[in-house]
């Protein structure tokens, strides 16, 4: 006996209602636009044939202001898992073209819900924003929903990675949820993000202001450093996507996907000698070094626009996923000011919270100097830094490579914050300060007092920079593993993240840290 074929009718209707989403008129003007569809955008993130969607025929229970009886296909967000690079995946995408992907009590129940499957299953979670923001007809239901997500956000965190898409606008309390997440991504020209709009902004401060200025992916990727990447489309925006979860495990439990070599390569890397300036007081372009030390000279930069005293980013190394945090001499002499110190403390929490071995590259003069970041708490935001590395217990590799002074060394992550091990270039300059300050600060009388000042301090800073900026203090002292030949730097990281990756550090129990927020 077969199934009545009404049934079959049914089903089939219903589900072109749902695919339909706003209506074939809309779907199409978006794509004429260059824009895509929510399903378009989970179609694109996924391996052929290989979404599977959940609560499709999800409905609103709203009455009031003309909602009664109104179909919204899906309830305005598609959610459900997929694979890619043959890892499950969950996706959450907002369909603008429905209410304006507008967030009401069903809306955010299968957020949830879904939220709830990923972590219970331990797979990634992508969340697309492309919201008008909360369903205002549905009162404080629409509110109550957005609460749930931020909770779920919070349960998530550190425990599988979370990336938002930012495509389209994201407005108001709707842009807490992608800021509780891992990493965000946002079109530019496309979409925008923001707490006060320019209008709201100009009635209550009157400040007037674009949306350029405050809500563009320009803004947030380069002066608030709110998000991670900036894509220029969204295919580039699912790329970026897919690229950075090759990086990442699936969950806090899993190791991250690394594709170690078969055999480590001893052989020397003549040309990383070259980069060395002989001049101790030139900048070092690190991203050189970088490129000499990763597999392929490829590193997945984060929020390269922001902080650019400091790179972070995944790379391999001899297959090896590593975090990199390197200090960067050509802007603002890789000085660390607050900028830096928040970027790279955040993503050292972030690599130790699921497993990924971090190599720190020290090029560092000191913390950032001056009324403003002194006013702006440089000493809160340079300990978050400490804090981070500290807390870290993923293997941990430091190449000192020059300057390497103060508090701003051992914020760098010194083997006396936990580095298993540390290595350092013969040019390494390891000290409380520079030789110069330093020898006003000892010799400052002496140096007044002598027949040819200028000669007296040339003499004492050479003394100086020879007994204590070098490498060989710190070595005799057992500060540091090895002193290295730069052109032995990538088998010497290599070699020492093959031999920590069986790593185990148990920490005393409790709750969590207080880090200085």
């Known amino acids: 006996m077969a199934i009545d074929k009404a049934l079959l009718a049914e089903l089939a209707e219903r589900r072109a209602k749902v695919l339909a989403g706003g209506g074939t008129k809309k779907l199409e003007e978006r794509r004429a636009k260059g824009i895509m569809t929510a399903r378009d955008r989970v179609e694109a993130l996924f391996e052929p044939d290989s979404f599977q969607e959940f609560g499709a025929h999800v409905h609103h229970h709203a009455h009031d202001f003309g909602l009664s009886g109104k179909y919204m296909a899906a ?27 507008s967030l009401g009590k069903m809306h955010a129940q299968k957020i949830c819900d879904l939220m709830d499957y990923a972590m219970q299953s331990g797979m990634p979670i992508v969340v697309v924003n492309d919201s008008g923001g909360a369903r205002i007809q549905e009162g404080v239901d629409s509110l109550s929903g957005y609460g749930k997500v931020f909770h779920h956000n919070v349960a998530a965190s550190g425990l599988v990675p979370q990336i938002s ?65 900036i894509a220029d489309s969204d295919e580039h925006a699912l790329q970026i996507t897919q690229e950075l979860l090759s990086y990442l495990p699936s969950n806090n439990l ?93 993503f050292v929490r972030f690599l130790n919270a699921f497993n990924i071995p971090i190599v720190t590259l020290v090029d560092v003069p000191g913390f950032l100097p001056g009324v403003a970041q002194e006013r702006g708490g440089i000493i809160r935001h340079g300990a978050k830094m400490l804090f981070a590395y500290a807390a870290a217990t993923v293997p941990k590799i430091t190449l000192i490579l020059r300057k390497a002074y103060g508090g701003a060394y051992l914020a760098m992550c010194s083997k006396d914050m936990g580095a298993d091990m540390v290595f350092a270039w013969p040019t390494a300059e390891i000290a409380v300060m520079g030789a110069d300050g330093a020898v006003n600060v000892l010799f400052g009388k002496e140096i007044k007092a002598s027949a040819d000042p200028k000669a007296k301090a040339a003499e004492l800073v050479s003394q100086y920079r020879d007994k204590f900026a070098s490498p060989w203090q710190a070595a005799e002292n057992n500060m540091i593993t090895d002193v290295i030949e730069p052109a032995m730097s990538r088998p010497t990281v290599a070699l020492a993240l093959r031999n920590t990756l069986s790593k185990r550090e148990t920490r005393p129990p409790k709750k969590h840290g207080n880090i200085p927020l």
């Open 165 to 229: 898409l930012i495509a389209g606008p994201c407005a108001g309390g709707a842009a807490y949820s992608p800021a509780l997440m891992d990493f965000l991504i946002m079109i530019r020209g496309q979409a925008n993000m923001f707490i006060c709009g320019p209008d709201v902004i100009k009635a209550v401060t009157g400040q007037v202001c674009t949306m350029e200025d405050i809500g563009s992916a320009d803004a947030h990727g380069s002066v608030s450093g709110n998000i991670h990447f």
């Open 254 to 346: 899993d190791d991250p996907p690394h594709r170690p070599s078969q055999r480590i390569s001893m052989s020397p890397d003549i040309g990383m000698n070259d980069l060395v300036p002989e001049d101790a007081k030139a900048p070092l372009d690190v991203y050189k070094v970088i490129e000499r030390l990763v597999d392929d000279g490829r590193l997945f930069e984060v929020q390269k626009d922001w902080a650019r005293n400091i790179i972070i980013g995944f790379a391999r190394i001899e297959g090896v996923v590593v975090g990199i945090v390197a200090n960067q001499p050509m802007v603002k002499a890789g000085t660390l000011d607050i900028d830096a110190s928040d970027k790279a403390a955040r």
């Open 75 to 101: 309830d305005a967000v598609i959610t459900g898992t997929g694979y890619v690079e043959g890892r499950p995946v969950a996706v959450v995408s907002q369909d603008f073209t429905v209410a304006g992907g």
